[in-house]
């Protein structure tokens, strides 16, 4: 099923995800739910907060296209599984550290901002453990656009933004946009009232 995605303004956003304790069918039904609206919209991550929820999931898929060359490195329980065996990925309840301070600079995008991109300064080198649909844990450890896309979904688990870290400038040049966004979800709210 496809959920709607919310958009900034929303309160939601801002709201640190409650831990997930049951993993039950629910959990994976929302879990292919998030997967189907993030393929829906197009992305490569998504959030339960972009889903109006405030838990400790998300979902990603950053698969190349088929025959292109993988762009980051990887390993999955210290292996290096076909990314087919391994995605679309939903992480529960993930803790996230970083392995390579290196820092990168990127043009990133966000589901719950249209049309909204900017250069984002993240660390290039991320380790993430997290559990499973069904409660079992892994780690995951990467560099690139996969280890830049656990970092901004993780955000979004703790409430946080890829504005709040968005160049000062790019940040200027979609000002205009941003607030139109936020009008956007005002009014939504009230509709919904
Ligand atoms: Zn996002």
């Known amino acids: ?38 393929y ?3 992305g490569i991550g998504l959030a339960a907060q972009q889903v109006n929820l405030a838990l400790q999931i998300c ?22 599984p076909p990314l087919d065996l ?15 301070e290196t820092q990168d600079v990127y043009e990133e995008g966000c589901l719950s901002f249209p049309g909204v991109n900017g250069k984002v300064t993240r660390p290039i080198g991320v380790r993430c453990e997290f559990q499973d649909t069904e409660g079992n844990p892994h780690i995951l450890e990467a560099d690139g656009l996969l280890g830049r896309c656990v970092l901004h979904e993780v955000d979004h688990l703790n409430g946080k933004l890829f504005t709040d ?9 979609m000002e205009s946009r941003i607030k139109k966004i936020k009008r956007g979800s005002r009014d939504f709210l009230k509709a919904q009232k």
């Open 1 to 38: 099923m496809i959920l709607r995605v919310t958009q900034y303004g929303e309160p939601i956003l801002r709201k640190v995800g409650k831990p997930l304790t049951e993993f039950d069918a629910d959990l994976a039904q929302l879990a292919d739910d998030m997967v189907d609206t993030m």
């Open 40 to 42: 829906d919209e197009d």
């Open 59 to 80: 979902v990603l898929d950053v698969r190349p296209p088929e025959g292109a060359e993988v762009p980051y490195n990887y390993t999955f329980d210290g292996k290096q």
């Open 86 to 100: 391994i995605m679309p990925m939903a992480i529960i309840n993930p803790k996230v550290s970083i392995i390579d």
């Open 165 to 173: 870290r968005m160049d000062k400038r790019d940040l200027k040049r």
